[in-house]
């Protein structure tokens, strides 16, 4: 799977995961941040999309894991993650 496929499949499981109903693939900039002031996520929403990733990619995060931070700071920072660490 190529960067930009991987990347695409993330946009959209995001949006399916959490709900997003006003947002697009489109308007998830790949070096925003996912949280804050980008995509505005929140907590809850990590915990969300940790459990998306499980279920889509067998990626097991640990909820106590300072590296979680580097993970979901952008969409790019996440699809590198899951190239790395999907099964």
Do not use: C, W
């Amino acid at each position: 799977m190529t960067d930009q496929a991987l990347q695409q499949e993330l946009k959209e499981l995001i949006i399916e995961a959490l709900n997003l109903e006003d947002v697009t693939p489109e308007d998830i900039e790949a070096d925003a941040p996912l949280f804050g002031d980008g995509l505005g996520l929140d907590s809850i929403d990590a915990l969300e999309l940790g459990l998306a990733l499980k279920k889509q990619y067998g990626i097991t995060m640990s909820a106590e894991s300072e590296d979680n931070k580097k993970h979901f700071a952008s969409l790019n920072a996440l699809a590198q993650y899951v190239a790395a660490n999907r099964q």
